[in-house]
């Protein structure tokens, strides 16, 4: 199965040109040499409409897996899990639990992350840390689930 990717980056600074995006880019690269087809990518500031917004056309435009990357801190800006969980039809707890039990062997910090995965629609969203190395690695962490997760998401029958 081709899995079809959309790519969003979360950043109020880098929407607003202030700096460049380097956690879109970081991601779209792991998912090229996953063997992914990127279709969209959007760069769009910590609001929580906007952010829906993107997830639900990057889901109409046939992205089975949308991968976001920022907004996951404890920031008075970081809006991404609520954005999700709003419009989102499950969450799948296992996804951030192993992103963060496996970040904890690398810093002490990730314990305050809230990176999480959910269906909306029809796409796997995974909310992933803002910082690139962090968002690479937390997405080495479930690669191997990614393809299962987007087969349910689309309603596909799989021999899983």
């Known amino acids: 199965m081709q899995i079809q990717v959309g790519i969003i980056t979360i950043s109020d600074r880098a929407s607003a040109g202030d700096y460049k995006d380097l956690g879109g880019p970081a991601l779209k690269g792991v998912a090229q040499k996953a063997g992914w087809q990127v279709l969209a990518e959007a760069v769009v500031?910590?609001?929580?409409?906007r952010i829906q917004d993107a997830i639900r056309s990057f889901s109409k435009q046939g992205c089975g897996l949308?991968?976001?990357?920022?907004?996951?801190?404890?920031?008075?800006r970081d809006v991404t899990p609520?954005?999700?969980?709003?419009?989102?039809r499950v969450e799948l707890p296992g996804f951030g639990e192993v992103m963060?039990?496996?970040?904890?062997?690398?810093?002490?910090?990730?314990?305050?992350?809230?990176?999480?995965?959910?269906?909306?629609?029809?796409?796997?969203v995974i909310a992933l840390p803002g910082k690139p190395s962090g968002a690479m690695e937390c997405l080495g962490f479930v690669e191997g689930a990614i393809p299962h997760g987007v087969a349910l998401a689309q309603g596909t029958p799989t021999s899983c």
């Open 45 to 49: 500031p910590d609001d929580a409409a």
């Open 100 to 124: 963060r039990a496996e970040s904890m062997r690398i810093t002490p910090n990730s314990i305050l992350s809230r990176s999480l995965a959910a269906i909306v629609d029809h796409a796997l």
């Open 66 to 76: 949308i991968l976001t990357t920022g907004g996951t801190g404890a920031g008075l």
């Open 82 to 88: 609520e954005a999700i969980r709003e419009i989102m």
